[in-house]
């Protein structure tokens, strides 16, 4: 669903480019008639979901999830593991909008509330919405 909406807004989607969430917003994407684009941890762009647009291989391992955020504008995590987490690190050093939708639980180090730059969202298209705004993109 986040896949198909923020395609249906004029946005390309860019992930890690391989299974579980990464291939559902490249599916939700394609659906929407938008874009892809798939930051592959290995050196095969073969190895890319089947839905990914433009699969470019990086031959970096984990280290492409620095890539994946610097070139983002905003981000939606879903769910996720260590992976999503180092993203969700990433994008709020950079400073650029984190919307999360059942992923980890960002707290300060001995903070009781959780990050105030995280935007909990509770459904696809109120993160898709924030994310947005929060970023100053306009759709189309």
Request: net charge negative.
């Given at each position: 669903?986040?896949?198909?909406?923020?395609?249906?807004?004029?946005?390309v989607?860019v992930?890690?480019?391989?299974?579980?969430?990464?291939?559902a917003?490249a599916?939700?994407?394609a659906?929407?008639?938008?874009?892809?684009?798939?930051l592959l941890?290995?050196?095969?762009?073969?190895?890319?979901?089947?839905?990914?647009t433009?699969?470019?291989?990086?031959?970096?391992g984990?280290?492409?999830?620095?890539?994946i955020?610097?070139?983002?504008?905003?981000?939606?995590?879903?769910?996720?593991?260590?992976?999503t987490?180092s993203?969700?690190?990433?994008?709020?050093?950079?400073?650029?909008?984190?919307?999360?939708?059942g992923?980890?639980d960002?707290r300060a180090?001995g903070?009781i509330e959780?990050?105030a730059?995280?935007h909990?969202?509770?459904?696809?298209d109120e993160?898709?919405?924030?994310?947005f705004t929060?970023?100053?993109l306009?759709?189309?």
């Amino acid at each position: 669903m986040v896949g198909w909406l923020v395609a249906r807004r004029g946005a390309v989607i860019v992930c890690g480019g391989l299974g579980g969430v990464m291939a559902a917003a490249a599916e939700g994407a394609a659906e929407a008639g938008g874009t892809s684009i798939g930051l592959l941890p290995g050196d095969d762009a073969e190895a890319a979901a089947d839905h990914v647009t433009v699969a470019l291989p990086t031959g970096l391992g984990e280290m492409r999830n620095g890539l994946i955020a610097k070139s983002c504008a905003g981000m939606i995590a879903i769910g996720g593991g260590y992976g999503t987490l180092s993203e969700i690190g990433f994008m709020l050093r950079l400073g650029r909008p984190v919307a999360a939708l059942g992923t980890w639980d960002v707290r300060a180090p001995g903070e009781i509330e959780r990050d105030a730059a995280v935007h909990w969202a509770t459904k696809a298209d109120e993160a898709v919405a924030w994310v947005f705004t929060a970023a100053g993109l306009t759709t189309s």
